[in-house]
């Protein structure tokens, strides 16, 4: 058999899973895993550039994934003018302050001689900075937080068509990315795993609670959608004609027409994004990358300048998971920061990466179709296991209740699982890199 | 100015607890440092390793509380402990011959062990959640305090009080205990010397014919028992909740990396170093300042450099500036 067809055949399986679920199930829930699979399939062609292609291991995807969330939120909600009258300009001044004062100590550790004077210089700048800057800055985020608290009390964003913060989002994570590559890269390989866990969890613990910016664990609903909403589609008479024409009632067409909208933009993305990488990977830049995750030492007597070059994919692939975060919470609608979780947004892509076959885009792609999918439908599984197991105990009994109730957590360990039976026995996965 | 009566609250409200707590970090350190030493990677499971050890305490400690046994004013937990450890080192030995030995075997590169250990680490942290649930346990019995507050002040007729909490004298009494043992066995006995030597150059300890499967597998009983106690102390002076173990992580690498990663020494110092910044950065220093500053001026506002809820980026951003400036830590680490 050759590559093609099992490829194929592989790519057709999913779909047919999915096809299942809307025969089954409803086309709503295959529309929404087709969605959520889309997007998945972005993050893992994020990770598998990074991964796949130059071996760096970023356990912090969930940070840049909240990154292209956050970017939704500024780029799309109006602004909230009372707020920016009442302690914009102070907030900004603070942030440019604390900005201005970092430049200063690099410049200064940069053009001071090495020694006593300039450690000394560099903690009273810092310090002087510091206390300045919290001075700013503290006063206009409680003027901020103060307009509204109830219904705004953040900033707003610009009030830009939100599918400019797919972009944006990228551009956002990109950001994060250089910071970390720069300090963590060159350095040996797990420092940058160590790195990129404590940015994903500062990344979120921000969000949660700076209120000025994204209105923190009050969550920013009612995002700006690139699709019409239901409720209009339900009011235009020419809709709804049209919907009695194919015999579907008007409800149901209009959730499935704004579904299969997002389908279509995602798809735009998601072909976009793989024709980019495809075409990475396959130039002498991609073979460069290869090489050097092969042989470190080779390819730098070669001279390749690994650091830039992994610093430089470390980048481009955070991008990507910084667009496909974007993309999510558009298509929730919301911002939640609570709910960004390492398990769902660092685990699982890790674990479509290597199960779609680490080094080979296709692989990705089908990973981030196929683990979606077993994600969704694994815990009706897991609480039908469970209710196996415990079927012949005693009706009330307290463990049969504790293990009903801790059917839920049954998801972290059959993933673990499933990585950790891959990793050995399939390491290539499904779609093996050639 | 009232110098006395800062300097109790100083203590009581940052030194004390500070001391506990980098007492807990240098334990937790001190396991990711041999296994990185030992094992040459860094070990993504191991603050669920010590919600497991925690786990298996509390549920022994709830047994021995239900039989009525108990150890008057001190916790139930230390008599609980040993079963912990027990149960820890046969999971991690399990783990070591399901997973790891394998890619030993293979001789794969040190990135594919973190990426088990992160697979180990959710397959525990699914056990624990399974076994007993993610919620808050309390565990701690016995005694609260060795000296309260209101004693405190009637002893000494100072204004402000001073606590300090059984768990914390337990905490540091117990960790130091346990550092001179493990220093003495690392030091003095034949086995620990056959580690060390293993961690400094393996080729050259291979030829001299020490068995490296046994100081792997002797490794990882060490492991086990110190990431239990850091678990159960840790658990024992806040509460046991399995999502605050893997948070701890990363205080924990920062330490381990800090004081030089590999570096058992420099886990200890890191631990305290993290501890102390986490502490006092994040302490509002209204009360100490208002003590001291001259009448009249003492400040308005909390004096908070960094709300409590970003006392993990202050270890990150330690771990930050040893990585940019000192790569191998403050004592000398085993590689860049």
New interface residues.
Partial sequence: MSDTVKNTLLFAGVAALIAGTGFIQSWNAALFILNMGLISAIMALGVNLQWGIA?L?N?GVMGFVALGGLATVLVSMPPVGDAWAAGGARVMAGLALGAATIVAAVLLHRHMAAGRARSLAMIALLAGG?FLY?FVFDAGVVAVEAVNPAGTGYLGGLGLPVLLAWPVGGLLAAGAAWLIGK??LG?????L???T???A??VI?VM??EDWLARGVKNVTGLPRPVPYEIDLQQDPAFVARAEGLGIDPVTASTLYTKVGYAILFVVVLAIIFWMAQKALNSPWGRMMRAIRDNEVAAEAMGKDVTARHLQIFILGSAVCGVAGAMMTTLDGQLTPSSYQ??RFT?LI?VMVIVGGSGNNLGAVLGGFLIWFLWVQVEPIGLGLMQLITAGMAEGSALKE?LL??AA?????????I??LV??FSPRGLIPEK | MDILNALVALSNFVIIPAIAYGSQLALGALGVTLIYGILRFSNFAHGDTMAFGAMLAVLTTWWLQSMGVGLGPLPTALLALPVAILGTMALLLLTDRTVYRFYRQQKAKPIIFVMASLGVMFIMNGLVRIIIGPDDQRFSDGERFIISARNFKQMTGLQEGLAVKTTQGITVVTAIIVVVALFWFLNRTRTGKSMRAYSDNEDLALLSGINPERVVLVTWLIVAGLTTIAGVLYGLDKSFKPFVYFMLLLPIFASAIVGGLGNPLGAIAGGFVIAFSEVFITYAWKKVLGYLAPEGLAPDGLIQLLSTDYKFAVSFVILVIVLLFKPTGLFKGQSV
């Fill in positions: 071996g291991f356990v510091f919290r300090t963590a350095l040996r390989s797990d420092y795993a160590i790195a866990l404590g940015i969890e500062i613990a949660k609670n390492p398990l685990f890790w504790h109730g801790s957590h049954m998801r972290l360990f059959t993933m673990g699982l990585l950790l990793l050995r």
